[in-house]
């Protein structure tokens, strides 16, 4: 089924799933955060490894994403570009591979929606959601 036939579920569902998994690093202090995100996108590169998709193809990308993990633990931007690079990995094997969960055709699609989401907000320093409530709060009690 094309993406455009999807229900509007399968395109905002994973964008809020993507709400806690943030909310929930927020709540770690920054440097753990980075470390244990720099963890994740290392291992995120072997998704799609059970699944097959693209074969031999999908060792490089292993390796890759493990390399962009690495970096990440210097910069937290780099855990960024590694979700957006899974992202675009994601949307190849919606079009052309096989989905992340064999039983969930979209499932690749709605993966993509999520770690872009993810991406983005690394992307600007994974900044932690508490302090910007708690900066908003105080700048909204001096007026």
Not at 22 to 39: A, C, E, F, G, Y
Not at 122 to 127: M, N, Q, R, V
Not at 134 to 141: L, M, T
């Amino acid at each position: 089924m094309p993406v455009y036939e999807y229900p509007l579920a399968f395109h905002v569902g994973p964008l809020l799933s993507a709400l806690p998994f943030i909310i929930v690093m927020s709540l770690l202090p920054p440097k753990l955060r980075q470390q244990l995100n720099s963890l994740l996108i290392s291992g995120a590169g072997s998704a799609y490894l059970s699944g097959g998709g693209f074969g031999v193809w999908e060792l490089p990308f292993v390796f890759i994403m493990t390399g962009i993990g690495l970096l990440g633990l210097k910069n937290i931007r780099w855990v960024g570009m590694g979700w957006l690079l899974h992202s675009v990995w994601d949307v190849l094997h919606h079009a052309y591979g096989n989905p992340i969960w064999p039983f969930m055709p979209s499932s690749s699609w709605g993966c993509m929606i999520f770690d872009a989401a993810i991406a983005i907000w690394f992307l600007i320093g994974a900044p932690s959601i508490l302090s910007f409530m708690y900066k908003r709060k105080h700048a909204e009690v001096g007026r």
